[in-house]
């Protein structure tokens, strides 16, 4: 005999699985400071080759004028400039990328947690 309490939560719970289960199951797998360190460095790496893009795209829009300047401007503090830029770009990106993760990882956390209930509701269910 059919149960619909039990069909309905095998449906609801199906639902889950096909759309958000598989990447909420993929961050569960990981502790908290693992998969946020993992998903930060990441972000700083590409964070990194972006900024190489944009500089080799900002030297090469007016190559000749950058080589004409060259030899006027104190290479030192082009070199300090150039990578205050990137420690400002690298560390905002970074630490945009560990609020969004953490925000990522606690609401799977919490929607696996209501996953795993419903899977022992649907055990008791069964069980009766």
Same mark, same amino acid.
Do not use: E, P, W
């Given at each position: 005999?059919?149960?619909e309490e039990r069909i309905i939560l095998m449906t609801k719970m199906a639902s889950y699985e096909e759309h958000k289960g598989k990447e909420n199951v993929a961050i569960g797998k990981y502790f908290r400071s693992d998969y /946020?360190?993992?998903? &930060?460095?990441?972000? &700083?790496?590409? *964070?990194?080759?972006?900024? *190489?893009i &944009?500089?080799?795209l900002f030297v090469f829009y007016d190559f000749e004028?950058? =080589?004409?300047d060259i030899y006027? =401007?104190?290479? /030192?503090?082009f070199a300090q400039? &150039?990578?205050?830029?990137?420690g400002i770009t690298v560390v905002a990106y970074g630490v945009i990328a560990y609020i969004l993760h953490s925000y990522r990882y606690a609401k799977a956390k919490k929607s696996?947690?209501?996953y795993y209930h419903?899977?022992?509701?649907?055990?008791?269910?069964y069980e009766e």
């Open positions: 005999m059919l149960n /946020i360190g993992l998903q &930060v460095l990441k972000s &700083v790496f590409c *964070a990194t080759i972006a900024y *190489a &944009v500089f080799a004028l950058f =080589m004409q006027k =401007m104190d290479l /030192i503090t400039r &150039v990578l205050l830029y990137y696996l947690k209501c419903n899977l022992k509701k649907l055990n008791s269910l």
